[in-house]
């Protein structure tokens, strides 16, 4: 006589239904094994999910069968067994080489054969389904819950769970106390401690452990939109379905009040350096910092330096004034004669004009097409509404239609994007060229780091000069104006003292130039 293992498993969490559920299902299969005189020599219990490898019992009882301990296992269902493709396959296996001799289910005909084989294949692979759509199922749920305004949890202090139409309703004994702990708060007069103190002599209590509310769970309750008829779930806000308990001027009041007893995060005060982070030593690569220094008599004074950080360099300070008018001058090789500009600005526009005419002009069919199928749309309800139509042709005649809609529209959203994208970029830049004149005339530094930023990267200082190559757009608008670099090229071999620097040559404007561009 074949010797059989009792298998028995429950993936719930909650202690008491895992113990009943067991308890009924080794019953049920006790009776079974004395029904059918199944030899019965040892019991497993486990409470872990099947949707996963790994389960320890389960193991052990496996490695029991391969050293034929038993031949035959036990067990309510199939899915109780396996849940997951590892597990099945290894039950499958020990079958295959005759380990496992027989399977014995009370709800599940099987016998070792390859008939019986692929129908606890198939019984394993729709327990793998069942848990795979499971969680796809409760998300979808979920979202529609959340559209039809539902809070999909436990309800806060002051409502109530409906268990029978699944709603949340108002809890009529705790509503007037959350009103009076709300307006007590918005006066300004309590501490959350405080507020404490007064839940508990009004009588409100904890749901669970029936005592008093502490000093996070009130300052959760006041900050809890849920009370106004709105509910946040994962940083998106909802439009709630259940009756709001509190007005919202009174809410907004108490947000004000939480706002300003809100401890302040302590923060160090920093000088405002504009150019600091901007360049690098030009000698040994470090980064440029700045400095304050403040005279007995008052002066100020403010300069960068390398930090000459676990190095040797030789580069000394240099003046942010001094560094400010470098950067103007920078700056200025890039500036245009106003004619030039107002130029340029005319000329983007008609190129703007031509595009959008074009496109006018290639977006009337589409436009005609796409008015032709919003009236065949209205005309097919009118039909269905007549009962001209049935459901199911009404709907397929529709799905096409819409589909054919927002093809068009695409089509339409697409032709005012072709050949438009080098048009935005070019006036972008434009306005940027426009507004250096006003740059260097006036005093804001920062805007000015951050322009150079632009300029150029690899942003040094040498010798107390400024050196970068410039980058993208500018680099292009030096070569097309017949430009010649405007950046300093450091001496790879600094020498102690004065690190020495090759100039490149100075930007000279090419006399005559007319402002003609042709783009191809």
């Not at 320890?56 to 296992?73: T, V």
């Not at 300004?188 to 839940?199: F, R, V």
């Not at 107002?342 to 074009?358: A, G, I, L, P, T």
């Not at 068009?408 to 070019?426: C, F, R, S, V």
Request: with cysteine.
């Amino acid at each position: 006589m074949a010797k059989f293992f009792i298998y028995a498993r429950k993936s719930s969490e909650d202690e008491e239904k895992q113990i009943l559920s067991i308890e009924a299902q080794i019953q049920e299969l006790r009776d079974f094994a004395k029904k059918e005189n199944l030899d019965i020599i040892d019991e497993f219990v486990e409470t872990k999910t099947a949707k996963e490898p790994g389960r320890p019992i389960f193991n052990q009882m496996l490695d029991k069968i391969e050293k034929a301990e038993a031949e035959g296992i036990l067990a309510w269902h199939p899915d109780r067994l396996a849940r997951n493709s590892i597990d099945g396959g290894k039950i499958i296996w020990l079958l295959d080489i005759g380990k496992i001799q027989s399977l014995k289910f009370p709800t599940f005909w099987f016998e070792p054969t390859p008939q019986g084989k692929f129908m606890l294949n198939i019984a394993f692979g729709q327990s793998k389904y069942y848990v795979d759509n499971l969680s796809e199922n409760v998300k979808r749920g979920l979202r529609q819950k959340l559209r039809r305004g539902e809070w999909p949890g436990q309800a806060p202090i002051g409502y109530v769970n409906n268990l029978r139409n699944h709603t949340i309703e108002i809890d009529r004994e705790k509503m007037p106390i959350i009103r009076k702990l709300f307006k007590a708060y918005a006066t300004g007069k309590y501490t959350l401690k405080e507020l404490a103190d007064l839940s508990l002599s009004l009588g409100l209590v904890s749901q669970r452990k029936r005592k008093g509310l502490s000093v996070a769970v009130i300052q959760r309750m006041l900050e809890n939109n849920f009370y106004i008829g709105l509910f946040t779930y994962r940083g998106e806000i909802y439009e709630g379905k259940h009756k709001p308990i509190i007005d919202k001027i009174t809410f907004d009041k108490v947000q004000q009040i939480l706002k300003q007893r809100a401890k302040p995060r302590k923060t160090k005060t920093l000088l405002d350096f504009p150019f600091r982070g901007i360049f690098k030593c030009g000698e040994c690569g470090r980064s440029v910092t700045g400095e304050q220094h403040i005279k007995k008599s008052g002066l100020i004074f403010r300069y960068y330096r390398c930090t000459k950080k676990n190095t040797i360099c030789h580069q000394e300070f240099i003046r942010e004034t001094d560094l400010a008018k470098q950067i103007d001058k920078v700056v200025s090789k890039f500036a245009w004669p106003e004619n030039w500009i107002s130029k340029m600005f005319d000329q983007v526009e008609k190129w703007k004009n031509e595009k959008e005419q074009s496109t006018k002009s290639l977006a009337k069919p589409l436009k005609g097409e796409l008015q032709k199928v919003e009236t065949k749309i209205s005309k097919l309800l009118d039909a269905h509404l007549e009962g001209l139509l049935e459901a199911d042709e009404y709907h397929n005649k529709k799905a096409e239609l819409i589909e054919k809609k927002m093809a068009l529209k695409q089509k339409i959203a697409q032709l005012g994007q072709k050949g438009n994208h080098w048009l935005e970029p070019l006036e972008n830049w434009l306005k940027e060229v426009n507004q250096i004149q006003n740059l260097i005339s006036g005093n804001n530094l920062g805007e000015k780091g951050e322009f150079l930023r632009k300029l150029g990267s690899n942003r040094q200082i040498l010798d107390g000069k400024i050196v970068f190559d410039p980058v993208g757009v500018w680099k292009t608008y030096l070569n097309l104006f017949g430009r010649e670099q405007i950046c300093l090229a450091a001496d790879p071999a600094p020498r102690r003292g004065a690190g020495e620097a090759k100039r490149l040559t100075n930007l000279v404007w090419r006399r005559g130039w007319d402002l003609n561009p042709r783009y191809r």
